[in-house]
């Protein structure tokens, strides 16, 4: 074969700090270039001056400061008449250096592939020259530019090989002269970024090959992408030019319906990415998504005029072919999902969300940037996790115990009232000022109405969707939120998988599920997240630790809501650490101000009605029923951790983690991490004592919450200190004997409370089928708002057509208006009579008793003269009264609550914009634990 000919051609922009080593790597190729051309766009910093020395003045062309890449080689073309034959361009970039044999390997390459056109090198950094940057390019349907490795990757040769590929970079690229007249060059509209991978996906589509050769070999600084360098070549942003032209490649190029697929997908992707940025404070790359897309939109003429430059070659079948083959060549569909995972993972760790040009923008000029790989087995990596592994295995734990709950009609049973109803439900519920049920109320709904309102929206407006994964999930849930809170603070992953295991299956968490304990479930989930955002807030720099404590006042306020007592509970510690700390850093004095006065801002109203009756402070979200409390519940009882009532595990099964706690008071390092962690330990069994001695409204307050407390103190404790027992089991002896044994005994922990609660299953008031507590045939002649007076037992509630919804058995009624009711009530079910009058003045209409209805109280009422039987089976018992029912007119609602509500929704959204991730601080990160052990 004939030798071929190369053009070199060398492109400079103030590229003079890597220049110099550039124009020595070619110089000494092992195979020259036939002729080279030197090309400098208006440098500044003498890179025309280095070319010049080079190359010669003769053969050096100067251009103005704005003219492009694609510009600069068409010029230095034409003034380079073609030599026929076998004619290559070699285009290199000032900051690109090839290895010595790299031009050699490139037309070796090329001499065995008749049909390839474009070749390029294997890219690697300049800086630090094992990492790979680049072994061809690929790119998704929304533009996002793919290199298929993994972040930081080194080269070991595990890509190596010759591959046909969608597109190689200009950096080192090698073309055909006669495939680049044929396709027209670089297209001028690409002035910077995506003007390889559009050369590129034209030359595929004339029926040429664009391969990567990994044994040539260059070294790329990447200053455009990277901002090292000042860039005049387009008036707009760097960041909008390189979005706007991803976009316009892919609207170009791709065939046509599959173009209109990746236009919708686009447009519905810059709004969310869009709404990402704003949220995450960042309004310029906010302002260039849509400035991006804008200008594709707007200008539908020049999209047409590309698409029409780039129609394929061949008839219809070879066009559908070619396609076929690029799109084996593009980013796979599956590689969505790890995108997904990864921006969910770093808007959730504080990071600024990943742009669809695959670069952190927010980095500094001299700072690395990263692309999320094309991988196919991201989902099989997720999976393999060790968080996933736990929370999956706790999830089949909880469903194996809670068996008897799944497939019912209807959840309810203890403290939780019988789920029914939706989310619109509940948002009328929560926002009305008048609550017509029972007898009436004006009272402030309970605030976690409004979260179970927004979750339940969230869940396609079923309540019963929300409330099972709250209350029957929270097992699994409170697992990963441990998991993921101890990141920072246990670095040994096993420690961590344990800590995680055992605290999500403490008798708080069994109990609170057995008793339909909502509240304390979700404060349960909620509680490590607590403990980590406190973590942050006293030891990361200002910036991230405000946004911790935003978060921390959201989160607090949501416990705060389900339980008042958490409240009070977070707030002592909250302000002892804030005092320890806040000369250690500054501003996590006001960091922890803001977390604990959110929540008193956005539950206001409702804490003020709290104010009023202090001791309801101690009960939570549900119903208050005195046999759900142990009575005189023992000590040691709460030593162990265990709340009383339905549900609890043995005292046996969370004894591993008090012996593991006890041993680390024997440990002489890290005495700080120890009297932390027991300190919290005790100050939540001292809460959890006298929380069990009050009574409230006739029933003793439930320790839940008090020991969750307890509990996280000492699990953060061991976490921390686990790896000084791995250490006394390498001493020999008998401290190997006593360190064996007490991690024996503290790996038991979980292992015997998932095997206890999955063999004993849930046993409790709570069921999955819960019977209605209103009867259909009340429900139904309840068609003109008629109340109902239901009798159980020796109690009585005043109903209002149909079942409750959550929150409304909790709204205060008025004393002289209740009193009337029960005395009128008492007097019916006494056989006294003369009371029904009352009871209609009142709005009731029928009076119901709950199954079995005792036969003697069935007499009773039948003998009353001012009331009927309307039914009376198993399903219980039905009067009508006599008497007409007097309708009560509604109550005029406070001229505060409606702009209230207006104000509570725009507190929220500034508290949430301000607790978003936004840009990452320059200023260095301490690792928790490690500020935490230093103080």
Request: glycine share 10%; hydrophobic share 50%; aromatic share 6%.
């Amino acid at each position: 074969m004939t030798r071929p000919y190369v053009t070199a051609i060398v492109v400079a922009h103030d590229g003079a700090r890597w220049l110099g080593e550039t124009m020595r790597a070619l110089v000494s190729q092992s195979r020259r270039p036939d002729r080279v051309a030197g090309v400098d766009n208006g440098s500044r910093d003498g890179s025309a001056g280095l070319l010049a020395q080079t190359l010669g003045s003769g053969n050096l062309i100067s251009l103005p400061r704005s003219t492009g890449f694609g510009e600069a080689v068409a010029e230095a073309l034409a003034k380079l008449p073609p030599r026929g034959g076998d004619e290559w361009i070699w285009l290199l970039h000032d900051d690109c250096a090839p290895d010595r044999r790299a031009l050699e390997w490139l037309l070796t390459a090329a001499e065995r592939d008749p049909k390839a056109a474009v070749l390029g090198p294997k890219l690697r950094d300049w800086l630090d020259r094992r990492r790979l940057l680049e072994v061809g390019v690929t790119v998704g349907r929304t533009g996002r530019r793919d290199t298929g490795l993994e972040p930081r990757e080194f080269d070991q040769g595990q890509h190596d090989g010759t591959r046909e590929v969608l597109s190689v970079s200009t950096a080192g690229m090698l073309i055909r002269r006669d495939v680049w007249e044929g396709v027209g060059g670089l297209d001028p509209f690409f002035p910077l970024f995506r003007d390889d991978l559009d050369l590129c996906w034209r030359v595929r589509n004339a029926g040429h090959k664009v391969l990567n050769v990994t044994s040539a070999v260059a070294w790329h600084a990447e200053a455009a992408a990277r901002r090292r360098r000042p860039i005049a070549v387009s008036g707009d942003h760097p960041r909008r030019l390189d979005r706007r032209n991803a976009i316009f490649v892919v609207m170009a190029n791709l065939p046509f319906w599959a173009m209109w697929w990746a236009l919708l997908r686009n447009v519905l992707g810059s709004a969310v990415r869009t709404l990402l940025f704003i949220v995450s404070k960042q309004p310029a790359n906010a302002l260039d998504e849509m400035v991006a897309m804008g200008s594709i939109l707007a200008h539908p003429f020049r999209l047409l005029r590309a698409r029409r430059a780039r129609r394929p070659v061949g008839n219809k079948q070879d066009r559908k072919r070619g396609y076929i083959r690029i799109k084996r060549l593009m980013t796979p569909r599956g590689a969505a999902y790890r995108r997904l995972i990864d921006m969910v993972q770093s808007f959730l760790a504080g990071e600024a969300p990943v742009d669809s040009t695959g670069r952190h923008h927010h980095a500094s000029p001299e700072e690395e940037y990263e692309v999320v790989p094309a991988d196919t087995g991201a989902v099989k990596r997720f999976i393999g996790r060790p968080g996933v592994i736990l929370m999956f295995a706790l999830t089949i734990v909880a469903l194996v115990a809670e068996r008897s709950l799944l497939g019912g009609e209807r959840l309810g049973g203890g403290a939780l009232v019988p789920v029914t109803g939706g989310a619109s439900d509940l948002w009328a519920f929560y926002t009305e000022g008048f609550h017509d049920i029972g007898l009436g109320s004006t009272a402030w709904a309970p605030p976690y109405v409004a979260v179970l309102a927004a979750l339940s929206t969230l869940a396609f407006g079923k309540t019963w969707l929300a409330v099972s994964v709250l209350l029957l999930g929270s097992v699994p849930m409170a697992g990963a939120t441990a998991y993921l809170a101890t990141r920072h603070l246990i670095p040994a992953v096993p420690a961590r998988a344990w800590a995680a295991g055992t605290y999500a299956l403490l008798p708080v968490a069994t109990g609170a599920i057995a008793a339909g304990r909502l509240g304390t479930a979700v404060v349960f989930v909620l509680l490590p997240l607590y403990a980590s955002l406190v973590t942050t807030l006293l030891s990361a720099e200002r910036r991230r630790a405000r946004r911790a404590g935003w978060s921390l006042g959201l989160l607090l306020a949501v416990g705060t809501a389900f339980v008042p007592l958490v409240y009070p509970l977070f707030a002592v510690l909250g302000v002892l650490a804030a005092v320890a700390f806040g000369g250690v850093r500054r501003g996590a004095v006001t960091s922890m101000a803001i977390a604990l006065v959110v929540p008193v801002a956005l539950l206001f109203p409702w804490l003020a009605g709290l104010a009023a009756d202090p001791g309801k402070i101690l009960l939570e979200a549900g119903l208050h029923d005195p046999a759900l409390v142990d009575a005189g519940l023992a000590p040691e009882s709460l030593l162990a951790l265990s709340p009383g009532g339905p549900g609890l595990l043995p005292f046996w099964v969370t004894a591993g983690l008090v012996t593991a706690a006890l041993a680390a008071l024997l440990m002489r390092r890290q005495r700080m991490i120890v009297a932390i962690g027991w300190g919290i330990a005790l100050y939540g069994v001292l809460a959890a004592i006298l929380v069990s001695r009050i009574t409230v409204e006739g029933a003793r307050a439930w320790p839940g919450v008090p020991l969750a407390f307890a509990g996280t103190g000492l699990l953060v404790l061991v976490g921390l200190t686990a790896h000084r027992l791995a250490e006394l089991r390498a001493g020999g002896g008998l401290l190997r004997v006593g360190a064996t044994v007490v991690v024996a005994v503290a790996f038991s922990t979980p292992l015997l409370a998932a095997g206890y609660w999955m063999v004993n299953g849930v046993r409790g008031p709570l069921v999955g089928d819960a019977p209605e507590v209103l009867t259909v045939l009340a429900a139904l002649r309840s068609t003109h708002g008629e109340r109902t007076l239901v009798v159980k037992g020796s109690s009585f509630t005043v109903l209002h057509g149909r079942t409750p919804l959550l929150g409304e058995s909790e709204l205060p009624v008025a004393s002289e208006a209740r009193a009337r009711v029960g005395t009128a009530a008492q007097g019916l079910i006494g056989g006294r009579g003369g009371d029904a009058a009352t009871l209609a003045q009142n709005g009731i209409a029928m009076v119901a008793v709950a199954p079995p209805v005792p036969a003697e109280l069935a007499k009773t009422l039948d003998s009353q003269p001012s009331l009927q039987r309307l039914s009376l089976s198993e399903a219980g018992g039905l009067w009508g009264l006599a008497e007409p029912v007097t309708r009560v007119p509604a109550q005029p609602v406070s001229i505060l609550h409606t702009p209230w509500l207006w104000a509570q929704g725009v507190l929220v959204l500034v508290a949430a914009l301000l607790a978003a991730p936004g840009r990452r601080s320059p200023e260095a990160l301490e690792t928790p634990a490690v500020a935490l052990a230093g103080a």
